[in-house]
């Protein structure tokens, strides 16, 4: 039989921001059991795959990143193929526009985007379900870009997912990352080194969830919390200034994303996310200053 190698897709991978991200506490597995609250935003990578006669063949226009089985979209499309003994090959192409390790997701959600893209473009059919398992055993975070939903509580390590049921609404970020390497597991060591930064706060995600669902951006900013805020913040006192400067040039709140070390602030309009981005940019002018809105699906 004749194989047509000829198919090429072109997918976008959205970033992701935490609302909300409480560490409950550590688990014996190493890992830490969280209540978050996940919000898909409009700023994204673009992946291109094209099928091959065999192999995996992964570039990319960024400088630094590996190619290799050190990728985690390699490590997902290598994954797909040895769940599904598939003998065809892959070529992926990153266009890299997000930041590398800044608590947006970017390397997860190009993980998910792997997974989605060749599961359909090798015809496997495989059910959300099986794709959200594959993606856990890859990582924390790439469950929540499987569901291409705007917002979902994570809990467990950030893979057991509850989307918000369908809502409209649509928060602008000013989103502030600095040249900084974080690495996640280093930020979580950390925590520990202070026992009262993992007391409780008042709201949980699924507080920040129902108010979502009522379409309540000014409600959600009372909210907003992040565990992982209190070390990063101990390692990184820079992030600190950046958040006291967000507040201070009119964000209705302002928190670090994920493990960090972006920080964002949140406004009612992409017009208010104008003149506090050309502020902040004004203050940092050495930091990667971007506007993003929740990603619609
Ligand atoms: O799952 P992922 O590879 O993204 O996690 C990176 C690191 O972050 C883990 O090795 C672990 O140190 C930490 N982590 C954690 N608890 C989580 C998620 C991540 O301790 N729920």
Known sequence: MQVNFSKKIQVQAP?????????????SDGFHELD???????AHDTLTFSEMPSGIRLS??????????????????D?????????????????KTLPVAAGLGGGSSDAAITLLALNGLWKLQLSERKLLGLAAQLGSDIPFFI????????????????????????LWHVLVTPRLHVLA??????????????????ADARMLAATVQKGDA?????????T??????????????????????????AIVSGSGPTVFGLVRSRREAQVLAAKIRKKHPSKRVTIASTATF
């Open 185 to 202: 597991k280093d930020v979580y060591a950390h925590l520990h080194k202070n026992p009262s930064w993992l007391k409780a706060p008042q």
């Open 60 to 77: 990319t226009d960024h400088s630094t990143l590996p190619t290799g089985p050190k990728n985690l979209i390699y490590r997902a499309a």
């Open 147 to 170: 569901l291409q939903k705007s917002f979902a509580i994570g809990q467990g390590r950030g893979e057991v997912l509850r989307p918000v049921p369908q809502t409209q609404l649509k």
């Open 228 to 253: 992982l805020e209190f070390p990063v913040l101990s390692m990184h006192p820079t992030l600190g200034k950046i958040k006291s400067d967000l507040l201070q040039a009119g964000a209705d709140t």
């Open 36 to 42: 978050t609250l996940f919000e898909a935003i409009d």
């Open 218 to 226: 000014a409600g959600l900013a009372p909210l907003m919390f992040n």
């Open 79 to 95: 994954l797909l193929r040895s769940t599904c003994g598939i003998r065809t090959g892959v070529r992926i192409h990153l266009k």
């Open 15 to 27: 970033a992701k921001v935490n609302l909300y991200l409480r560490v409950v506490g550590r688990r």
